[in-house]
């Protein structure tokens, strides 16, 4: 069965630049989002460690929602970048109202490594058989801290 995935660049001002990619729910797309991740990051001019820093976080972000998505879904993960700073949003479609140990080593570390990190769940879609799930997390350039 062929996978579709869609990809677009959206040039949102003369100075911010917006990736966004969406893939089926799986884990076998990890290696690919880890891929466009050190990508987007690189050609937005980020250090190496601020890269991997993204990498990472992303990773964690993409796991969590993965492992909780309705089969047959998307996951959706948009970066959006300046010279100053990079936010990463992903999105699906849960089976569950949370995500679960979000107080767990895994997204201590998205804590520790961004700005900020926000969960929006939205109530149950009947249509879609699951809850509109977000997690957006934010870097800017000298570290998490803004230094």
């Known amino acids: 069965m062929a996978e579709s995935i869609s990809d677009s660049v959206d040039t949102t001002s003369a100075d911010t630049t917006t990736i966004g990619v969406r893939v089926p729910a799986r884990d076998e797309q990890l290696v690919m989002l880890r891929a466009l991740a050190e990508t987007v990051s690189l050609i937005a001019d980020f250090g190496l460690d601020e890269v991997t820093d993204i990498r990472l976080a992303l990773d964690e972000v993409a796991t969590s929602l993965i492992a909780v998505a309705v089969p047959e879904t998307t996951l959706g993960c948009d970066f959006d970048y300046d010279e100053h700073r990079m936010t990463v949003r992903v999105t699906s479609m849960s089976m ?41 997390f934010s870097w800017y350039r000298g570290g998490a801290d803004g230094a």
Not at 96 to 110: A, M, P, S
Not at 119 to 135: A, C, F, I
């Open 96 to 136: 569950t109202d949370t995500l679960r140990d979000q107080e767990g080593f895994g997204w201590h570390i998205v804590r520790t490594l961004t700005r900020s990190v926000d969960v929006l769940q939205q109530p149950y879609d009947v249509t879609s058989g699951g809850y509109p799930t977000e997690v957006e």
